[in-house]
């Protein structure tokens, strides 16, 4: 299984960026999806997920409002829609993959496959 994150890029604070996040390997349809971030020297945090469905979606207090986390199944991919950017947001974004039937969306150890991260960058 291949997590392939795109989208990434800089962008002037309040604008607005969309990650993908496609998968290869596996059909990901029956799989809830996360997406996390990680800012140079703190920990990989929690940003959003998604139900297998996408019937059922979660984020991050510090997202919340602003991001919004879809999934097109057909397409066996996930995407990030980022509005309002902020200076804060600036990380390097993954994507991750649980096959558990159950889970905690926020929990890192509950995610089998990660995608190799892509770069936000938010300017002042």
């Known amino acids: 299984v291949q997590l392939q994150a795109s989208g990434g890029g800089l962008v002037q604070a309040g604008g607005s960026l969309r990650l993908s996040c496609a998968a290869s390997g596996r059909t990901v349809s029956s799989d809830a999806m996360g997406w996390f971030r990680q800012a140079p020297g703190k920990e990989r945090e929690f940003v959003a997920g998604i139900s297998r469905s996408g019937g059922t979606t979660y984020y991050a207090d510090s997202v919340k409002g602003r991001f919004t986390v879809s999934r097109d199944n057909s397409k066996n991919t996930v995407y990030l829609q980022m509005n309002s950017l902020k200076r804060e947001d600036t990380a390097v974004y993954y994507c991750?993959?649980?096959?558990?039937?159950?889970?905690?969306?926020?929990?890192?150890?509950?995610?089998?496959?990660w995608g190799q991260g892509t770069q936000v960058t938010v300017s002042s």
């Open positions: 991750a993959l649980t096959y558990a039937s159950s889970y905690a969306y926020a929990r890192i150890k509950d995610y089998d496959y």
